[in-house]
């Protein structure tokens, strides 16, 4: 298991944190502009830091692939055990604390009333939410939103679709190019954008969940990419240079198509080429430490818990609107919510959950 980086868990706590505010701002758009009225500049700011969520939730998924490539550098993709061991560690790591959030929110959604209410609580939806096939709230024809309005789960979603999708795309790779597991990237990544394009095309003719998360894979698989190059599996000149070009394609492209998944896709190659850069110039001169050196201890705990955090703060935030709270009693709820979710997640982390060892791949 490799070394965790503690600038990343900061990261993470600090994204983790700016989706929280994000749905504090939004849920309290009204509250926030009495109460700043006089200061316009203290405003300005909050609606800036809220407009990051997006980015925040992209660079989640920039951040998942890196993790997944340090975390399994030493497990073989191409054979049954290795696949059958980065499963388990997948399942392991997301289905218990997914399961606990749905249930909180059902928790929730039956003390404020709104399970009897919103169409979105309903047997059928949970299903969906089940076999993770929600896509975001706001899509047409979607097959199933966020279950009990818990905004933030339709990207666990894309994340397992990710975790589920990789290994068969490593898998392809090999047989079609006959490559050594270390050089699958070199042609992965620049076929996943055109794959990309392709499900977007098709995705204007027929909605499938797949083809939505399809579309953004690129973004994960960049990740991914970063986490070789830190590794030293990938070289920085190659492993850098074809994402830069992408970028630049999709910039352009998304110039006269006018695209809301290729703008979304262009930012997340912006978010993946600046820490390439950065990563590189860390982590590969002789004379420093890398990214080791940096720990920022408020925001590295948070990071440490920021899947639960991401998972269910949500429904929180229902329940103190419905109370029709103030802001300072939502700001205390949630440091109090925030340190608790912390410890259950460092809990949950130590349980084997040794029913997901299984052989998936037999």
Not at 37 to 50: D, K, Y
Request: net charge positive.
């Amino acid at each position: 298991m490799a070394k965790r980086i503690h600038l990343l868990d900061s990261l993470r706590g600090i994204a983790a944190m700016l989706v929280v505010f994000h749905h504090v701002f939004v849920n309290n758009s009204e509250k926030f502009e009495d109460g700043l009225r006089n200061h316009t500049f203290i405003l300005v700011v909050c609606r800036f830091l809220s407009d990051l969520n997006h980015l925040a939730v992209l660079f989640f998924f920039v951040l998942s692939g890196f993790a997944i490539a340090l975390a399994n550098r030493n497990i073989d993709l191409s054979t049954k055990d290795g696949i059958n061991c980065y499963l388990y560690r997948r399942f392991r790591r997301i289905l218990p604390l997914y399961w606990l959030a749905i249930i909180f929110t059902a928790l929730i959604g039956i003390i404020t009333g709104m399970s009897w209410l919103n169409s979105s609580y309903s047997f059928l939806n949970l299903l969906g939410n089940i076999f993770f096939l929600q896509t975001p709230i706001g899509i047409s024809n979607a097959w199933f939103s966020p279950f009990g309005q818990n905004g933030p789960l339709w990207s666990l979603s894309y994340e397992m679709f990710f975790y589920l999708f990789f290994p068969i795309y490593f898998f392809i790779h090999i047989s079609l190019f006959k490559l050594e597991q270390k050089s699958v990237l070199t042609y992965a990544l620049p076929i996943s954008i055109a794959i990309s394009l392709a499900s977007l095309a098709l995705n204007q003719i027929i909605f499938i969940p797949f083809l939505v998360f399809l579309a953004q894979f690129p973004v994960w698989l960049g990740g991914y990419y970063l986490g070789q190059i830190y590794s030293n599996q990938v070289k920085f000149d190659r492993g850098i240079f074809a994402p830069t070009l992408g970028m630049l394609f999709l910039f352009f492209l998304n110039l006269y198509l006018n695209s809301t998944t290729i703008s979304t896709l262009t930012q997340a190659w912006f978010i993946f080429i600046i820490p390439g850069y950065f990563i590189h110039n860390l982590s590969f001169s002789q004379k420093t430490a890398g990214l080791k050196q940096f720990n920022f201890n408020t925001f590295k705990s948070i990071g440490d818990g920021s899947y639960a955090i991401y998972l269910m703060h949500y429904p929180l935030l229902q329940l103190l609107k419905k109370l029709n709270c103030s802001l300072s009693i939502h700001f205390f709820c949630i440091a109090i919510f925030v340190y608790a979710i912390i410890r259950l997640e460092k809990k949950m982390a130590s349980i084997p959950f040794k029913m997901f060892k299984q052989n998936y791949v037999p």
